[in-house]
């Protein structure tokens, strides 16, 4: 098992975890996001954004018991990020992100903290930590990001947003996919 986040904050390994949400959803989602060319204009400014994005990753490593009902493992994924309001801002952008979760089978909760690297088309990147602090398993997964900064027309990012994932049927055996939101401020001053 694992669990994703930010961008990522699913449970991994255990199939028990999954939510069964088609996994047609996940196809509608990336091809819509493709159908959109991507965009490399400035997106200095501030104020609120709205995006989606959809992810996987594989189960390469296993989870580590310890105790009972209680496990702890690795995030790895890959997401793609398409703005819900038709922005500039995170707009056909690829990202990647690794971290660290818990789960306790017993009391039925799981954890996560998770840091994520965005690049958009030039190659300029956007740097995102994430925390989904205790919550219920079988639930929508909820977290909150901040942006870290960046390189190139990102240098200077800066904002604070609410993260929710939701786990699909997998589409194979060993893979995680999921689809979420992100919701809040940036700010980025002009250079």
Known sequence: MAVLSSQCSIPWGARRFFHPVSATALWVVITLGFLQSAQAQSVSGEGPFAANFVGYA???VEALQ???????GLTNSILTAMSADNADFLHNQTGRCLG???VDE???TFEQEVSCTYTDADGDQIYESAVFDEQPLDAQHVGTGRWLGGSGKYEGLSGVFEIRTRSLQSAREG???YVGTKQGRFSLLAR
């Open 100 to 102: 660290t979760w818990s």
């Open 175 to 177: 893979l995680v996919q």
């Open 66 to 72: 310890i105790g009972p009902g209680r496990f702890v």
């Open 106 to 108: 017993n009391r039925k």
């Open 58 to 60: 594989d189960n390469e």
